[in-house]
């Protein structure tokens, strides 16, 4: 362990940044946390604190300070409603991996981000037996949301309802996309995201259906990485490095003019937090991410905004259909009007706004695995909210925001869809047009030949 | 540091989880949002019932452990950092609940950690209105609104905080529950101890409930924006206004750095060239409410607005209110430290004040933002500065002073609304004179007699 001297030292590089939080407390009033706790080391501004007394060494605390910092949905609510504009989580991520290098990363974490998600390849592997093997060993407890629970007690799975690993991901369905530009004039790449290819790929097929209505063309790698963002919430940079590095490698010689993601946490990471981190990066990189990050989309907000798709008046008719921001479009990217355009060009369902849409699932990424109790508790308020707008059908623009709120739902024994709005957005196209049923029948076909 | 006797004893009363003895816990409760050094307390509790709240009181006294009680620590005085030697800090924000709104009879009873925002949102389900709107209210606490008698927007036409205190129960230095005041609108009854309370800063007891007045909400309302070549003119304008025995419900100005600022932060296309903006709002009946904004907007024009626009629709409205919103986070942006200062005057003396605040940034070389609520004198002078340029900072010590010298020296106060606490304690006997500051230290000595309650603030130790 070196020198605590050093670890004041390098967190004093974040001091610029923190000076700029006056402790005004408005934070209090939009953290989902906080809301549950009501404790102040549980909001912004008394994470900052510890970290700025930790780095004048007011508080000897390290592992203390870290423990506290964990305890963070990364939402960022509070940096969207901050009045002196703090970049909160450029300084949590950064203190995160300062102080993660100070005490060392635990040894699960070691094996995990360093031993496995690294290595795209050993990590798709392990994953593919994994998802063999979760049959005997699960069972299906919810139809409408397909989620399943452990058949046996099982010390990491305990009482979760989850959604099981796809048979076949995504990029084993339809193996790696490569096409021209066709009348629209446009190519895009998909960086789909390692829930949408592991856990959805209905959703990345969706996406692929759509693009193709719309003449598009798309190249989508079957190598990339993880966007790195569990790696670095846990404090783990030079894994988080790796891993961006490799995925810029490997869109390096392709051409494109957009990158679309399906994910709104991939791309909230590439467009916020990879220019957030490019400090540690090398000349060539950074201009790499600069480049990247000005041609990176939400996947909503190409088909709205670029293609001009949806519609903003309320024309559809029958169930409800509601919509969940998830927190890294919403607050990071203001992405807003896009999905729920996309969602309202649905002739099938009544689009309505649910309570607090905006407010945060409690998902949090590896949060959920940490504090499951918290992040059920945060949950159960969007729970409320949902069952409470009468929809039939829950949609939102995030895979790891739909895992939680599926399972949030399962719980409740709640007959209510969870989609993505690229799946909805893409069954209205189906529906609308004689075309798209030939093309329908092709990408039913297509996954029959998958099944098989 | 604390014996572990006595911290079994609290976690007995309150349960490990409400009982935070761990430094990085401790140090999280160190700060409120005034410019001050933190102090870190020995122990950090939070009841969950305002019985576990009485019986804290009475462990702190019986272990003779000085207690700072504190809501969402949105103070700008200092008053919610705790005592250097064993300092204990009581969060009140467990103790969130409406314990009774009454529609027949105007008032409702509410626990001291209810969120000021929550509350005027309750009254207003039930057709009610709690007018109290200080700039914090989405996390201030009732609790802390009293202690610090809290203003806000609306403070000419509705007064402020103490306004609206009815009845007060507090525990004393002791633990042992006192009731003041009453649901009644009169009340005749022995001192008026609720009072005494409002704006006390948690130096004379621990509040446990609070019954506060509720009034029916206007029916319509009216906003409206003037923009002035002169802060005089402007200044005049708002005397004018009051003079023709119109009050409006707000009635707030920007200076000419602030407009700038709101501008370069927002583009909502506000006049950069202009010296000062007024946002009025009238409100009330209908009727009222159109032949006010009528005459407001002549007396506008005819004390020399260059122009005078309403907002017709809730849109428009909303912008105009906006561009008030936006004052602090826009200035806030611009440099790391934020000093945000109340200082009050007489609202005649606005043009005085603006002026004298004015020279005093030039004098001493600092970025001064003025905003705030001409209706009723309380301007926000915002010195922007970075803490840790030592010089500066010195300069804006200085700065601070000659700012409180000139509001009191134009019949002013030190504080409009953030109250005295430990920021201000040195200044207090400029403004209220020594025998003042006698009296209260011997109210403070009869009824705290070890000062358990909030040492330090107010009129110092």
Partial sequence: MSDIHELSKLLQELE????????????????????????????????????????QEILNDPEGVKERLDRCLLCGSCAAACPSGVRVLDIFLKARAIITGYLGLSPVKKLVFRGMLSNPKLFNSLLSVASRLQGPFTKTVNDTLGSSCARFMSPLLQDRHFIPLAKTPLRKQVGRVSSPPGPSGLRVAIYPGCLVDRIFPRIGTALLDILKAHQVGVVMPDDLACCGIPALSSGDRPTFEKLVRTN?????????????????????????????????????????IQDLTGKTLDATEFLADTLGLGTDELVGAGPGLTYHDPCHLQKSLQVTRQPRALLKAHPGYTFLEMNECDRCCGMGGSFNLQHYDLSRRIGERKLGNILASQAAVVATSCPACMLQISELLSKAEAAVQVRHVLEVYAEALHAD??????ADGEIAAEREAVRS | MLSQTVIREFQQVLGAENVMTEEADRHAYSYDSAVLEPVIPALVLRPPTTEALGRCVRLCSDNRLPITVRGAGTNLSGGTIPSKEQGVVIVTNGLNRIVELSVEDLYAVVQPGVITAHFAHAAAEKGLFYPPDPGSQTVSTLGGNVAENAGGLRGLKYGVTKDYVMGVDFFDTNGELVSSGSKTVKCATGFNLSDLMVGSEGMLGVFSEITLKLIPPPQAHKAMLAVFDSVDKASETVSAIIAEKIVPCTLEFLDNFTIRTVEDFRRAGLPVDADALLLIEVDGHP????????????????????????????????????ARRDALPALARLKPTTVLEDATVPRSKIPAMVKAINEIGAKHGLTIGTFGHAGDGNLHPTILTDRRDKDEFARVEQAIEEIFEQALNLDGTLSGEHGIGLAKSKFMEREVGLGTILYSKRIKEALDPHTLLNPGKSFGA
Wanted: overall charge negative; charged content about 30%; proline content about 2%.
């Fill in chain 2, 287 to 322: 009727a009222e409410v159109e032949e006010d904004a009528a005459k407001v907007h002549d007396i506008c024009l005819r004390l020399g607005a260059r122009e005078v626009s309403f907002a017709e629709t809730d849109e428009q409205r909303d912008r105009v209110w906006q």
């Fill in chain 1, 16 to 55: 610029d940044q923190m000076v700029t939080c006056m402790k005004c407390g408005m934070c209090q009033a939009v953290c989902p946390l906080y809301a549950e706790t009501g404790k102040e080391m549980d909001v912004a501004r008394g994470k900052i604190a510890l970290v700025e007394n930790l780095s």
């Fill in chain 1, 433 to 438: 047009t004689a075309a798209s049923r030939a």
């Fill in chain 1, 248 to 288: 810029l490698q490997r869109l390096e010689n392709t051409s494109f003019d957009y990158l679309i993601t399906p994910c709104a946490t991939c791309t909230s990471t590439i467009k916020k937090i990879w220019p957030a981190m490019a400090e540690y990066f090398s000349e060539a990189e950074q201009r790499a």
